[in-house]
Each structure stands twice: as C-alpha cells, then as structure tokens.
C-alpha cells in the first residue's frame, strides 16, 4: 500500500520544478565546481568547458579533437587508443542518464531555458519551424559532428591530395562553440571575448565564435532551445542513446494522438505524438525534459523507465494535478508562444 502510494505520489508530481533546482545544481556543479577542487573527468557527455576557470571537468568533443588530431598510422598504433578510451569513457558517463544530460545537466542548456524565462517576461513571441524546416534543421547538428571528426584529420593528413589543414584551427569546433566564449563569464572571465588577428585562420575562427555567441543569444530569445537544433553534442548522443539506461518509452496501443505531448516539446519534436508503433520515443533532438509524460493525460502511454524499471509514468490523476481542466494546456501553450 505504501509502495503504491509512492508511485501515485511521483506520478502526480511536476517533475518540471524538479528539473528546475537539478538544473541549477548541476549548473552550479560544472562552472563553479573547479573552485573547490571537484574533477568529475575528462570525457564529459555535456558541456562543461575547460575554457571556464572554474570548471570541474572537461567536454569530451574538446578530448575527441585532440586526440584525432594525429597521422592514419598513428591513429591504428598504439596512440590510437586514447580516442578509443575516451570515447569509452564518453560512453560509461552517457548511459546513465541517456539524453537527460541536455534536458539537465548542460550549462548551454540551462542558459537557454533562462532565456526563454527572460522572453516570457517581455511578452515577446516565439517563432516555430514548420515541418520541413524542422527536418532541414535536425541534420545540421550531424553536419558539424562529422566536420569535428574531419577537421582534426585533416590537420595531420591529406584528404585525396589536398594540402593540411592549417594547425592554427586548433580543436575547431571549441573556437565556435558557444560555451568558450559564455561560461568563463559566469566566473567573471572575460578572456575568450576577443579576435586573435595572429594569422587569418585565427582571426576568422575567433571572429566566428563571437558571431556564434551573438547568435546563440539571439536565436534562444526566440526559438526554444535554439542551439540544441546545432549541437553535435546532441547528435553524438543520440548515436548511443538506445543502449542508455534511462529511457523515455510509449505504448502506441494506449495513445489517443491529442497532441499534448509535442505541443509542451520545448524542441517541438511531433513525431512523439505521430508515432504509435516504436516503443524507445527517444529522438534526435529529444532532450529527455519528460514534460511530454506530465502532459500526457492517458495512463502508461508514456513511460520513464530506468531499464524496465518505471519511475516516472503518464496518469489521467497526474495531468489533471498538474494542468488543471483539460483544456488549460492548450491555454498555456497559447500563452507561453
């Protein structure tokens, strides 16, 4: 009876505020844990960026630069294996809490959903892509992961003849990210605010993470999670998400397609209310936030489980507690856009 009362109690409650204060501690944990000497690791499924000065690990995309940043006969020798071990470790970190490390853990992240507070505020719209631009936009993300992967290759061999790339590129995807430039700010850290005219690849790179910065500010005030649609991150993730511990699961069987679920998708991924028939609902873009289970109102058709394990399930008792009368989702919604 106890057990059963706690299961009702999860399922009723607003895993939203819950995410809230997970998102501010982790947010904590990442750009200030450095000050107090707390090292999490080097291969870290989130950014927690090592341009921070008070950063308590490293991004692993920053480790997987460096370390593919060698000749092809090194890259199948012994040296070779420091790609292979940090992509391990990657991977050791990532199951645990699956794609839950964007919806909270990520700085980034958080940082966006702070903005999109800030929007709230100025009674300001947001925009939405529609179906087509959503699809375009959801292949970006792999667009700059293959580049990452590339462009430290190319540092160090030729591609069908072509000269080197220029080592002044140095780990190219950390010149433009966003999280160079932004989190050392939070430690009052203003160094990564600059243009480095050394040579025209330095000057282009860091000209192009101010502009990206500029972007990621500009884009977040009006689009929900706007860079997450860019992120290789993300898309690295979702490559490993199947075999995640944590996972986001639906039952077809039990959805009568209201749409709840990807109207309160900050993402606005639709596919989680179209498809019936794939039981892992975890997408690409999908940031395991669960508001999609909150505002679900048919019981089990949406599931979190941790292996096969339910912690966290769609209840018609827990829509209601949460949204009130049936129709003030879409009221809110309404509002919210």
């Known amino acids: 009876m106890k057990k059963i009362k706690i299961i009702q109690y999860i399922n009723n409650s607003n895993v939203s505020r819950f995410r809230t204060i997970i998102q501010i501690a982790f947010f904590v944990l990442f750009v200030y844990g450095g000050y107090f000497f707390i090292n999490i690791g080097q ?21 997987a630069q460096h370390n593919l940043h060698i000749t092809w006969e090194q890259l199948v020798s012994f040296r070779g294996l420091g790609f292979i071990t940090g992509l391990g470790s990657f991977v050791l970190f990532f199951i645990i809490f699956n794609k839950a490390w964007c919806g909270y853990a990520c700085p980034l992240g958080t940082i966006q959903d702070w903005i999109t507070r800030l929007r709230k505020l100025t009674l300001t719209r947001f925009s939405h892509y529609d179906e087509v631009s959503f699809k375009r936009l959801s292949k970006v993300k792999y667009v700059f992961l293959v580049l990452l992967i590339l462009i430290p290759l190319g540092m160090s061999n030729s591609f069908f003849g072509l000269p080197e790339i220029s080592d002044d590129m140095g780990a190219p995807f950390c010149q433009i ?37 500029a972007l990621f500010f500009v884009g977040s005030f009006f689009k929900k999670r706007f860079f997450c649609f860019f992120c290789p991150m993300s898309a690295l993730q979702y490559l490993f998400s199947k075999i995640g511990v944590l996972r986001l699961v639906k039952d077809g069987s039990k959805c009568t397609r209201c749409g709840n679920c990807s109207r309160v998708c900050d993402v606005g991924i639709t596919a989680i209310a179209d498809d019936i028939t794939s039981k ?28 096969n394990f339910k912690i966290f399930s769609s209840t018609e008792e827990g829509f209601f507690k949460r949204y009130g009368q049936g129709d003030s989702l879409t009221s809110k919604k309404k509002k919210d856009d």
């Open 177 to 213: 990210c966003p999280g160079r430039t932004i989190l050392p700010l939070f430690s009052g850290d203003t160094s990564q605010l600059f243009i480095d005219f050394t040579t025209k690849t330095t000057m282009v790179m860091s000209s192009l993470g101010i502009l990206f910065m």
């Open 280 to 307: 892992n609902i975890v997408k690409d873009d999908c940031m395991m936030c669960f508001k999609c289970v909150e505002a679900c109102p048919e019981k089990g058709a949406l599931d979190v489980k941790v292996f």
């Open 43 to 63: 291969n870290l499924p989130t950014f927690a960026c090592p341009y921070n000065p008070g950063s308590s690990g490293t991004c692993y995309l920053i480790s």
